[in-house]
């Protein structure tokens, strides 16, 4: 099975789970920082593309030191929206 966002490369076969191939394919399309989840699929992934895969406390834990996004904090929203 193969998801397509438009616009944006085709996601496929890359998660242990193909149903997860789907937010993949958003996260890309979003241009976002970081995808936070308690998946074990996608956190078995740790990294797609660029894109951290974090736990909610791993998240919590770089916004808290300002790491989300980069140096600035400004760049949260990107991730959130």
Excluded: H, N, W
């Excluded at 996601?11 to 890309?28: H, I, N, Q, R």
């Amino acid at each position: 099975m193969k998801f397509v966002v438009a616009d944006t490369d085709e996601v496929s076969d890359v998660s242990p789970d193909p149903d997860d191939d789907k937010f993949l394919a958003c996260a890309l399309e979003a241009q976002v920082d970081c995808i936070v989840t308690g998946d074990a699929d996608l956190l078995s992934l740790g990294c797609y593309r660029g894109i951290d895969i974090l736990r909610p406390r791993e998240f919590l834990e770089r916004l808290a030191c300002g790491r989300v996004g980069g140096e600035d904090r400004r760049s949260l929203k990107k991730v959130i929206e």
